[in-house]
């Protein structure tokens, strides 16, 4: 479901647009946040993570990393799976003088309403997040839509499965979640570009002796669900 097309992206400026004087100063006397995603340069020493280009993803026990990947290596879709819950994330680039999670989080909204479902916002520990309840062909599936707009990123994350049902039930995956890194290049990119991600160096050559990979959504988690990306593309 969700597989009609729609509009082009509203944003075709590039993200690189001069910020306010007061952006500029508070970004530059923000101090470090208590918990992420974060910006790289805000990151905490000492923990191991999962290089995958734009996103760091914090090694915890427990937590499957699924990343399906095209035949350069560029990475297409990250999900994370634990127990009967999954994560699915996605970086994109956002302006200097401007969050953008409010105009996607309305246009994913705009999607499922079209759709038949009743999308519900919410005040959650990130601000204003989005949660509903989809018919897929295995039956009703619970669905939480989360956004952190950073400095020149926002951060898309999707809960499925228990920890879209109840947020008390993120457990690890909330955990990956407020680990999360953010490693923002310097190129001028559209606002709403994915930015770019790759295999680490393991799975790179474990994906070399596997022509066909594996579908990196987990077995409980509908394969058909389609939502309308940040770049104005629908994303599965």
Known sequence: ???????????????DAPQSAALAKSMGDEPAPRHGPYDSRHAPDGVQRLDLGSLLIPAIEGVEVRVQANPDGGVEQIVLVHGDSALQLG?????????????????IAAAMKSDGAAPQEFDGPYGVEL?????????????????????????????????????????????????????????????????????????????????????PTPPDVATNQ???????????
């Open 1 to 15: 479901m969700f597989s009609r097309k729609r509009g082009g992206p509203k944003h075709v400026r590039p993200d």
């Open 131 to 215: 949660a509903a309840r989809v018919n897929t062909p295995e039956g009703p599936a619970d669905v939480r839509f989360v956004g952190v707009d950073g400095p020149r990123w926002m951060v898309r994350a999707l809960f499925q499965g228990l920890a879209a049902a109840d947020p008390a039930q993120e457990g690890v995956l909330g955990e990956c979640l407020r680990g999360l890194v953010v490693v923002r290049d310097e190129e001028a990119r559209p606002v709403r570009e994915a930015l770019p991600l790759r295999l680490p160096r393991e799975m790179a050559e474990h994906a070399e002796h596997h022509a066909e990979g594996e579908d």
């Open 91 to 107: 970086v994109f680039a956002a302006p200097r003088s401007e969050g953008i999670w409010d105009e996607v989080r309305a246009e």
């Open 226 to 236: 389609q939502f309308p990306g940040p770049n104005g593309r629908h994303v599965h």
